[in-house]
């Protein structure tokens, strides 16, 4: 996958580039990565990169043309490796990413070209003429594009083939069941007088499953209610839910009867 990213600040992206999952994925070339300084395409002795707002109120706007040339240059890097770009802004003017967002994206081109705003925005033409898709990762507000270009880069890179290793990738499966994952315990099997589930030590296997498959309805359940609801439990998930239910009663009344 070849990732290209428009930014002011060229060295946060050290953060994927040089850590962790991603930095193991870039050097196996499973992705690679440009970063571009619209600043780098700007002529003026000032090398002016926005401008307050036509209208008036506080804030500066990002300019187009630093902006365009700076795309155009990112383009053509994935043109030359055969790969037809699509620009995405991050934006809190949008819908919110989810897996299912990230899996798509990751399907429909091989070329990303991610744009990260920063000050009030960006000019809103540029985004008319150049942007293909705008894409938020939450409700709220930050001071620029970059660290959701980064959140988006980590939810892709980890999907691509061999990004993971077995033990990584196993985990992974949980939410993209569109259940929340179970909980998880090392040692030692006593910390503070809190204990591990019985049944993970039990060598059981096929009881370890269905207990972890207990706790992630559970806990979904709990949790994230609407993400139950969006889902056809089979029989088997119905029973071991009403028995999680169950349970849980079972815990409240004890703790009530401990008070
Ligand atoms: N830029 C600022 N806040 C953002 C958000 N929540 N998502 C994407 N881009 C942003």
Known sequence: MYIDVITLFPEMFDAVAKHGITRRALEQHLW?????NPRDFVEDNYRTIDDRPYGGGPGMVMLAEPLNAAIDAALKRQQ?????????YLTPQAKPLTDAGVRRLKEE?????????????????????????EVSIGDYVLSGGELPAMVLIDAL??????????????????YSD????????????????????????????????????KQALGRT??????MIAALTLNKQDLKLLEEFRQEQAQQRQQEQQQQ
């Open 109 to 133: 081109s091989a070329g990303l070209v991610l744009l990260a705003g920063r000050y009030e925005g960006v000019d809103e033409r540029l985004i008319e003429a150049r942007v293909d898709e």
């Open 80 to 88: 030359d490796a055969g790969v037809a770009g699509k620009v995405v």
């Open 32 to 36: 690679s990565l440009g970063v571009w």
């Open 157 to 174: 890179v980890r999907l691509l083939p061999g990004a993971l290793n077995d033990g990584e990738s196993a985990s992974q499966d949980s």
């Open 221 to 226: 359940w709990l949790r994230r209610p609407e």
């Open 178 to 213: 569109g259940l929340l994952d179970w909980p998880h315990y090392t040692r030692p099997d006593d910390w503070k007088g809190r204990k591990v589930p019985p049944v993970l030590q039990s060598g059981n296997h096929a009881a370890i499953e269905k207990w972890r498959r």
